[in-house]
DNA sequence: TTGAAAGCGCTAACAC
DNA sequence: GTGTTAGCGCTTTCAA
């Protein structure tokens, strides 16, 4: 900067001007300061205009998954909202590990981000609570928070519920639900909203517990279950996602059955490869753009308190799930 | 950190050196210092850290596209070898979008990211050069290039043409392209392998153009040359991304085609839910894995080699395509 | 409208 | 081993 100023014969002062107060700045000079940059090729400092200014107009985001495209769709809606607003952008991907979870929000607070959106995995109390004493907004994304903080979820207890009704109405009485681990607050709240269905219906519900939400163990699951015994075998499946249920369909037809006439699948989050799967795969929709954007908008909102030093009423929002019937769980003949 | 100095009643400098030097400082006054740290729940400050360090110890990485499973393979390898090797990594996505991709650039370079790994979006030397100008390296990713530059790509005329090789093995006469835009360079080299494939074989190419390469426009595509003329139709797609190939199954599956057998499908990348369809995709495998972290350690050498002030000499680096032939391009009969 | 100067929080060289 | 101190590159008063 010094080399600029000396170069359009200004002060330091006058040109740190005309990049934060244009109009504090007489045109000409502007001008001449503007071509000095432009010749020396000079960038900003971000490192020291942040430790000067104080603040640094920038937000993180951590997901869990980004192999995930239920995440990846939240991700780019919050993502849109920020840029909107002017806000550099941090993605971070914790890829399921806690510890590379606890490792990004310290770098984040190191950083001094403005807030922090987390989709997180399972109990993540220990990893926010160090940004909250920092004074650093955190919004959770994908789970819904009784404690302090901005929450954007679902009701998955619902929309499991809601998954499973749709296959008893199908006229199912046998039914697994297939996801894990059971440890993730998602996944049991799904399975519990599935054995609110069943619950004095008469039908029975199994119970398969996976090791990680993706395809290749869905595709396990399935030969597992299409190799048991046939007075045992569930006819319709409720699975945690739909990575899950690709999976599965996959797995069924490998193994010679049909979807859905000899078992029916449903699976959750409604991602665009559900639709798009050659036997197109009921699923309950989480409605990703609205829950991405109303998170970023929760955060934005407290960031602004924060600065302000006024009062913020953190609000857990809750998303309803919907029911996207298609071919994988309707009944052909 | 004045106040964690004061609180073990040491000096910053001493606070200091427990961060950075911990073995120049006795142990006993260590765990002083590191008792005041979690007491106040200090946390150091990134951006002095960086501005006096002069090193970040950080890269950005910027992929087209996080909705591509193949980026996202990619993207996936190049982190875990910059976490291995300590540095903190930058995310983002330019979505598309060339002001983006030069906005992401352009905060990388202020915040003095050590270097720059790139899956560009057409032709990027004008994004490029601003880093290179600025001293920071810079490694494509997904683009073999030919001029300054490290780069890790793959050789696409050769996978187009083992693509239509494939088909016409299969004796199919009559074969479509299908991918978009041409702009794009590993659109338009696969086409082009295609074409090579293609000559003096007695078969005939057609190339319809889509707008981009996702999910949606296969399907578009499928339903367009499904109801062409019997005549005309071809009998063998060749798609340029496994997400078009994937559209294009469920719209010839919608439209009342059989695949393979009225159609057969051959997709690029391999990603995995090319293997998970519910008709297994063949593909153009990349090796993703193996190439993302060949860019991340082309990256890292020539880092090492500015810091050092060491000579390095810019390698293109291509990989060899592979032919995966699934169940979507093999005549049942 | 512009310049001079203080100082953000930290690291590293040097002195003790 | 530890303290003192200069200064990284910028923003932001305050004076001129």
Redesign the pocket.
Known sequence: ??D??ALA?????????V???P????E???QRVEDAIRKLG????????Q?????SESVGIVVMDVANPYFVDLLLAAEETFYDRGYTVNLGNSDQHREREALLMRHFMRSRVDGVLLAPIGNSSGVTDELLRAGIPVVLLDRVSGTGLCSVGMDDIEGGRLAVHHLLEQGHKRIAFVGGPLGLAQVRDRARGARLAVANSGAHLDVVEVKTLDVEEGRKAAQHIARSDRGIRPTAVFAANDLIAIGMLQGFVAEGLSVPDDVAIIGYDDIDFAAAAAVPLSSIRQPRYEMGRCAAELLLKEITAAESGDEHQHEPVSFSPELVARISTLRTS
């Open positions: 900067m010094k600029v100023a014969g200004v002060s330091v002062g006058t040109v740190s001007n990049l934060n107060q109009d504090r700045v007489l000409s000079t502007r000079w960038i900003r400092n971000e490192s020291a205009r430790l000067r200014a104080g603040r």
